[in-house]
């Protein structure tokens, strides 16, 4: 998104369409990479590229909440917008994208995951996150249940290393953490499992973006 004009809505009838989970094949590797999106940037494709070479994904898939709980609103831009965005930036022809959480109305990450399982049965699915986002993860909802459902494969972020692997969340799983030479056998572990990867790093941020850029709802710009 870096350097782009802001693109305008896509239709409601258009983004319905996303509303539905991704086409897989029974048995396929799947990463779950959920965010704001506020907007996307290098740094999300770049996770995703490390998380699908490294893990061995088939697909991964973009779900691109209405809403983070823990996030300030006021400068959300539309879901509509942010998917639209989301298009743009994600070439990649694995990287897939959902508004699944929209559709269903569910809040927290806990709630989609047991969602999205329960539908799509039979794969294997990893939860990818950033190292940042490791770094507050004992502050989800229900944290601990996220960590017995699925593995979990955290990317690292710059400024987030020694913190993330700090954190309160690192420390009470870390007796189930899985050396980075085996993340390749991540998606067929038995939950809790998780691990560290290191590779190249992004300094983007949609924070930094949306200040620099000046991105703010469409509501608002027309204010």
């Known amino acids: 998104m870096t350097g782009q004009k802001v693109s305008p809505l896509i239709s409601s009838r258009?983004?319905?369409?996303?509303y539905r989970l991704p086409y897989c094949e029974p048995g396929q590797r799947i990463?779950?990479?959920?965010g704001s999106f506020n907007p996307p940037h290098d740094g999300h494709v770049l996770v995703s590229e490390i998380a699908l070479k490294r893990l061995e994904l088939d697909q991964i898939w973009w779900l691109v909440t209405p809403g983070n709980p823990l996030?300030?609103?006021?400068?959300?831009?539309?879901?509509?917008?942010?998917?639209?965005?989301?298009?743009?930036?994600?070439?990649h022809p694995s990287i897939r994208i959902t508004a699944f959480e929209a559709a269903h109305k569910t809040r927290f990450t806990a709630d989609t995951l047991s969602l999205?399982?329960?539908?799509?049965?039979?794969?294997?699915?990893?939860?990818?996150?950033g190292a940042d986002n490791?770094?507050?993860?004992?502050?989800?909802?229900?944290?601990?249940?996220?960590?017995?459902?699925l593995p979990i494969a955290v990317i690292d972020r710059p400024g987030s290393t020694l913190s993330?692997?700090?954190?309160?969340?690192?420390?009470?799983?870390?007796?189930?953490r899985v050396d980075e030479s085996d993340a390749s056998l991540l998606p067929a572990m038995v939950p809790p499992a998780w691990t560290f990867i290191h590779g190249p790093r992004s300094s983007l941020s949609s924070t930094s973006i949306?200040?620099?850029?000046?991105?703010?709802?469409?509501?608002s710009r027309h204010q």
């Open 14 to 18: 258009r983004l319905k369409e996303f």
């Open 31 to 34: 990463g779950l990479f959920g």
């Open 71 to 91: 996030k300030d609103h006021r400068q959300l831009a539309p879901l509509s917008e942010r998917i639209l965005w989301c298009q743009q930036i994600a070439a």
């Open 116 to 129: 999205i399982m329960a539908q799509k049965s039979g794969m294997q699915f990893v939860w990818v996150m």
């Open 134 to 149: 490791l770094a507050g993860f004992d502050k989800w909802q229900r944290w601990r249940q996220i960590a017995d459902m």
């Open 164 to 176: 993330s692997r700090s954190s309160k969340a690192a420390l009470a799983l870390s007796r189930f």
């Open 210 to 219: 949306r200040n620099r850029q000046n991105i703010l709802p469409q509501a």
